[in-house]
């Protein structure tokens, strides 16, 4: 399974744009890059994935690179309440599932 | 809809006790995993299931047993609790991944063990 790399942390002004990057060099043709964050302890949720196209919806962008080596969430206008754990995660199959490995993600600070 | 839910919130266990952490989802969900987080770090999957009757291990499956009688339940049990086992426990649910749906999982709000 492809092993992504995030920086550890990150600050971002209240109503900015917040780019979150990731490297994800060795990830295969199939696997899906998947976006969850974590809010102080809950559990984590969705934001977004894709898999060679950029993708949008209503809580964020993503930005892959045209090699798949890397890509870029993006939080259009970030609020106080966006501040978390962002993990970037490469999908990858195992036994009977398709699975998603959390590493240690980006601690992002909205800052007022 | 309650989503996911899990039970206890909090525990507090001496080593060698055992207990079952409870986890159930009422989206009709066919799979089910059961994730640790130690402080600072990133989730761990310990066990999943693809549908009632069938489990299967993941990263993280030492000290620990699952099994999935419904669609809905998918306790955790802990046999012998240990110190390293000390962590946030998280269960989720999603759709079958592949055929048209995206592996979007949704999570409970997690138990904190303690096992001194």
């Known amino acids: 399974d492809a092993k992504t790399t995030q920086p550890t942390s990150m600050d971002c002004a209240e109503g900015r744009a917040a780019n979150l990057p990731c490297n994800h060099s060795?990830?295969?043709?199939?696997?899906?890059v998947y976006w969850y964050r974590q809010i102080h302890s809950q559990g984590p949720q969705y934001i977004i994935h894709g898999l060679k196209n950029n993708e949008t919806n209503e809580m964020a962008s993503l930005i892959i690179t045209e090699d798949r080596k890397s890509s870029t969430l993006i939080l259009p206008h970030a609020t106080l309440r966006d501040t978390a754990v962002y993990y970037c995660?490469?999908?990858?199959?195992?036994?009977?599932?398709?699975?998603?490995?959390f590493g240690s993600g980006t601690q992002l600070t909205v800052l007022p | 809809n309650a989503g996911v839910t899990q039970t206890p919130k909090f525990r507090i266990l001496k080593i060698g006790q055992s207990m079952t952490l409870q986890c159930t989802q009422d989206m009709n969900h066919n799979y089910m995993y059961w994730y640790r987080q130690d402080p600072g770090m990133g989730l761990k999957l310990i066990y999943y299931s693809v549908g009632a009757g069938i489990t299967d291990k993941g990263e993280v499956p030492n000290g620990y047993n699952v099994s999935r009688s419904t669609t809905e339940d998918f306790p955790l049990r802990l046999e012998l609790a240990a110190p390293s086992q000390t962590s946030v426990y998280f269960c989720?649910?999603?759709?079958?991944?592949?055929?048209?749906?995206?592996?979007?999982?949704?999570f409970g709000p997690g138990t904190r063990l303690t096992v001194l």
């Open positions: 995660i490469a999908e990858f199959s195992s036994g009977s599932a398709r699975q998603l490995t």
């Open positions: 989720a649910s999603s759709y079958s991944p592949g055929r048209g749906n995206y592996n979007e999982q949704f």
């Open positions: 060795t990830i295969s043709g199939n696997e899906y």
